[in-house]
């Protein structure tokens, strides 16, 4: 993982311009969003392919992916698959909780990918692709950590080691930097895009 000091120095803005609206859902990007929505950043490998899984779930208001976790102020995609801006990539997600509980959505994430990998996943290796939690609520960091300490058990008893996942609130973590406009609900616009989901195929047990 960089340090601070050697973390690249970014910028004051975004080096390109981010969309209003959503590919696919309509709804806008950065808000604002209805009274009562949710906002939670996960990050779970190549966001291209947790984006579209995302999106899909009954009560989620919109989707969009970034850059967050790290040092580099506003980087490019280019700046952070060096993995020199501390970065990973990211989904952030708005969504109703009286439709998609915090719990329904995070017991969603862990079985999306594999946790337990490190700074990698599959074929896709780097800081970059690490596996994290960034809430903005405390109800949210409480349903994380208890999601994963019912998750872990499963996990081991199917031959996987300790999960490796981030759990921070975003005032540690950082501001979430919205990717450029084409990694935005980049498999809707590319429906033949490559970026697989690494599920373990392990299910996360309901609390």
């Known amino acids: 993982m960089v340090t601070p000091e050697r973390a690249l120095p970014g910028r004051v803005g975004y080096a390109y311009p981010v969309p209003a609206t959503h590919a696919v859902l309509g709804t806008p990007l950065a808000g604002p969003w209805p009274e009562g929505t949710a906002v939670i950043h996960l990050a779970l490998g190549c966001f291209w392919g947790a984006e579209k ?17 790290g040092f580099t102020p506003f980087p490019t995609y280019e700046e952070t698959c060096t993995g020199l801006t501390g970065h990973t990539e990211t989904v952030l997600v708005a969504y109703d909780p009286a439709v998609l509980s915090h719990t329904e959505l995070l017991r969603t994430f862990w079985t ?7 700074f990698r996943q599959g074929n ?8 994290a939690i960034f809430t903005t609520t405390p109800e949210q960091a409480e349903a ?5 300490d ?4 499963e996990l081991r008893r ?24 084409h990694h935005q609900q980049y498999l809707h616009k590319v429906p033949n895009g490559y970026c697989p989901v690494h599920s373990t195929g392990v299910a996360c047990p309901l609390p």
């Open 53 to 69: 899984e995302l999106w899909q779930l009954p009560g989620v208001v919109t989707t969009a992916a970034g850059y967050q976790g």
């Open 112 to 118: 999306l990918h594999d946790p337990t990998q490190g």
């Open 124 to 131: 896709d290796r780097g800081t970059q692709y690490r596996s």
């Open 144 to 148: 994380a950590e208890a999601t994963r």
């Open 150 to 153: 019912l998750y872990s058990p």
């Open 158 to 181: 199917n031959g996987y080691g300790d999960i490796t996942t981030e759990i921070r609130p975003v005032d540690q973590a950082g501001p979430f930097y919205y990717a450029e406009d």
